[in-house]
Antibody, heavy 119, light 112 residues
Framework: QVQLQQWGAGLLKPSETLSLTCAVY????????WSWIRQPPGRGLEWIGE???????NYNPSLKSRVTISIDTSKNHFSLKLSSETAADTAVYYC?????????????WGQGTLVTVSS | QSVLTQPPSVSGAPGQRVTISCTGS?????????VHWYQQRPGLAPKLLIH???NRPSGVPDRFSASRSGASASLAITGLQEEDEADYYC????????????FGGGTKLTVL
């Protein structure tokens, strides 16, 4: 059974950089896209971006200038960095894996990390 | 504002049928990109409910069904149960600005 376990700092000051990591247990990184998705409190889901096991990335155009997603196949994990944080970036951040049946649907999710940006 | 439009809320009594719409445009659903649906209970990560327009992953009850037509999609839930009370999100792909994944704004289902 695949499990995604994520961690990272939960409280940031404005202008700091968010850094989260998602470890994959029970499965390989190969053959899937690994994504980050966020959800501001009380609001809907927003796709941040994705990476494959080769390191190929795609980002949401609205966040592209501030986002870096990387992957470490030796540790079976992938990471998110989002720079120049503002209060608008306060959200629960999820890591997720695309499904076997579709490269753009997500069947495994991390537990979520609440990141609060506040001075 | 989300690229995919969903009603903020729907409700129904136990045993009834409800539908949730998801309206897109010619750059996403209307461009023949697949629609996927998720269920999210409070405090939990979303759960894949329907993939590729109308397919249920293993373990999802057949009370859940979905379809896509033109630039819209819909999720139907029959035989409503209290446990169905949750937020529901549609998801697709948009081919503008180089292409990216998009979600609807979400619909809160209340079981009366």
């Amino acid at each position: 059974q695949v499990q995604l376990q994520q961690w990272g700092a939960g409280l940031l000051k404005p202008s700091e950089t968010l850094s989260l990591t998602c470890a994959v247990y029970g499965g390989s990184l190969s053959g899937f896209y690994w994504s980050w998705i966020r959800q501001p409190p009380g609001r809907g889901l927003e796709w941040i971006g994705e990476i494959d096991h080769r390191g190929n990335t795609n980002y949401n155009p609205s966040l592209k200038s501030r986002v870096t997603i990387s992957i470490d196949t030796s540790k079976n994990h992938f990471s998110l960095k989002l720079s120049s944080e503002t209060a608008a970036d306060t959200a629960v951040y999820y890591c997720a894996r695309t499904a076997v049946v579709s490269p753009v649907a997500y069947d495994y999710w991390g537990q979520g990390t609440l990141v609060t940006v506040s001075s | 504002q989300s690229v995919l439009t969903q009603p903020p809320s729907v409700s129904g009594a136990p045993g009834q049928r409800v539908t949730i719409s998801c309206t897109g445009s010619s750059s996403n659903i209307g461009a023949d990109y697949d629609v996927h649906w998720y269920q999210q209970r409070p405090g939990l990560a979303p759960k894949l409910l329907i993939h590729s327009n109308s397919n249920r992953p293993s373990g999802v009850p057949d009370r859940f069904s979905a379809s896509r037509s033109g630039a819209s999609a819909s999720l139907a839930i029959t035989g409503l149960q209290e446990e169905d009370e949750a937020d529901y999100y549609c998801q697709s792909y948009d081919n503008t600005l180089g292409g990216f994944l998009i979600f609807g704004g979400g619909t809160k289902l209340t079981v009366l």
